[in-house]
């Protein structure tokens, strides 16, 4: 046998690679989306694929993906706590599941189950009522004791060191990881090969208004018109809903990550406990990848810092002491747009021609299939589709807030 | 990122220690009655730079203090 490998079993895990293929940019568009993040590319790519829209620009600051879209713990999970928001990330979870078969390229999408771990007996009936809830709209959610726990996940410690005892949990079967990047990557293809452009390094400067109605902004490339203008921004949205008069019940707070050296063994599921406030999942390449709440003080700085490090870890060690044994090895910040009820904000703004995504808060990746194709039959049509309704701007005016417990990274 | 705030009473304490506590400001140009309330249990300002804010020392001496804060780098400035 010769030296060189014949590499056909290799070849059949070779990839289709991601052609980005950019456009120059045009004085006007029919829609133009700020934010080139996931929630920015999913809009396009709907509008693409199922609105057959294509006269588009999503507009970046810096590069795609490089915000909140490249940043969070890419878990997507659809056991949340009110029955509008089981309903909206249920769907989403399902798209997520076709969107390697639909895009046609890895986004390396994997089921792991997600354990949300009851310590004490109000958490635990409040697993179980979360449970049922779930299923009686749509997730996959079951309550499940410690032998199965332990099953499912050898690597836990039941006794929780023996101050966290651990004594059930909802298991939402269906949740899974996805790589975030290429869940960016694999839209904007999709939008680009459509017509849709996509402009990286073109900040918007203002937008542009006439009388009340938005009509275009302005960049650092020049002024770009549009019939509709959609605000697809994390971190800095209250900023750029100021330029159109728009106030917004927004506070934008850090969240910090990091991940381990590589774990030898396999580690199975997702795993959370809002009692000891963190969340842990191996990534492919083996790290464990950990995060917990939000900062305290509502901030714009990417810095992370040593106390993060010290609580997650700390917390993290009393369930699952096999990682005493890891180093950290990065470690990293976002900034996360808070809503009052911890629920997002989707749809119509009361200003003409302005729509926006936000309040995507800790909870923004799963949504990012659900979130583009509801905007862009939004866009499409002028009608706020009904998966979305209850998350419309204006719920705050109506007395119609969804206070949401399940959301993560809330205290 | 974790940042200490100067407590008059207690010193240089760590952030944890402490409860914001937002200072609502509705602006002038809003005038409808309603539409001032709602303002002032909602909306924010949420500014990318220097901003008042409140903060209650819950672990220490329970007692409110103000500082100027810029948010862009955590930096008190006042």
């Not at chain 1, 600051?61 to 990330?89: D, H, L, M, Q």
């Not at chain 1, 910040?333 to 629920?343: A, I, L, N, R």
């Not at chain 1, 990746?365 to 659900?370: E, Q, V, Y």
């Not at chain 2, 304490?13 to 409860?19: G, K």
Request: a neutral charge.
């Amino acid at each position: 046998m010769s030296h060189k490998l014949e590499n056909k079993s290799m070849n059949e895990f070779k990839e289709k690679k991601i052609r980005l293929e950019w456009h120059e940019p045009k004085s006007s568009y029919d829609v133009i989306i700020v934010g080139g993040g996931g929630h920015g590319l999913s809009t396009a790519y709907y509008l693409a694929t199922r609105q057959g829209i294509t006269n588009v620009a999503v507009l970046e600051r810096k590069y795609i993906g490089g915000g909140n879209s490249g940043r969070n713990t890419t878990i997507i999970r659809a056991n949340y706590g009110i029955p509008e928001a089981v309903r909206f990330y249920q769907h989403s979870l399902e798209l997520y599941r076709n969107l390697e078969a639909e895009t046609d390229r890895s986004i390396m999408h994997k089921e792991k189950g997600l354990l949300w771990l009851a310590h004490t007996e109000a958490a635990l009936r409040q697993q179980k009522a979360r449970a049922e809830l779930n299923k009686l709209f749509g997730a996959n959610t079951e309550f499940i004791g410690p032998k199965e726990i332990q099953e499912i996940c050898p690597q836990i410690d039941l006794t929780g060191g023996g101050v966290w005892p651990v004594l059930g949990a909802s298991y939402n079967v269906d949740a899974a990881t996805a790589r975030h990047d290429r869940v960016n990557w694999a839209l904007a293809e999709g939008a680009l090969q459509r017509g849709v452009h996509i402009h990286q390094r073109t900040a918007v400067t203002n937008l542009i208004m006439s009388g009340d109605k938005v009509t275009g902004v302005e960049t650092n490339q020049g002024p770009i018109s549009a019939k509709l203008v959609v605000s697809a921004v994390g971190g800095h949205v209250t900023t750029l809903a100021a330029m159109a008069g728009l106030r917004l019940p927004i506070r934008t707070h850090p969240l910090q990550a990091f991940v381990t050296n590589h774990y030898a063994q396999n580690f199975e599921p997702i795993v959370a406990s809002a009692s000891l406030l963190f969340y842990v999942s191996q990534t492919a390449r083996g790290e464990m990848l950990m995060g917990a709440e939000i900062d305290r003080q509502p901030s714009y700085s990417y810095r992370s810092g040593h106390h993060f490090l010290q609580n997650c870890a700390f917390r993290a060690l009393i369930l699952l002491p096999f990682l005493r044994n890891l180093r950290i090895l990065r470690q990293w910040t976002g900034v996360c747009d808070m809503s009052p009820d911890y629920s997002p904000i989707m749809g119509e703004t009361g200003i003409e021609g302005f729509y926006i995504t936000t309040g995507w808060g800790t909870w923004g990746f799963k949504a990012i299939p659900a979130g583009g194709e509801q905007m862009a039959q939004l866009i499409a049509t002028g009608q706020t589709p009904e998966l979305i309704a209850p998350f419309s701007l204006d719920r705050f005016a109506n007395d119609r807030t969804k206070a949401d417990r399940g959301s993560a990274g809330t205290h | 990122m974790s940042i200490n705030i100067p407590c008059p009473h207690c010193g240089l304490r760590p952030v944890e220690e402490f409860v914001y506590g937002e200072i609502p400001a509705v602006p002038d140009s809003i005038r409808d009655e309603d539409a001032r309330d709602l303002d002032r249990a909602f909306m924010l300002n949420n500014p990318e730079g220097v901003q008042e804010e409140a903060w209650f020392h819950s672990y220490g001496c329970r007692r409110w203090l103000r500082i100027r804060r810029d948010t862009r780098t955590d930096e008190i400035v006042g």
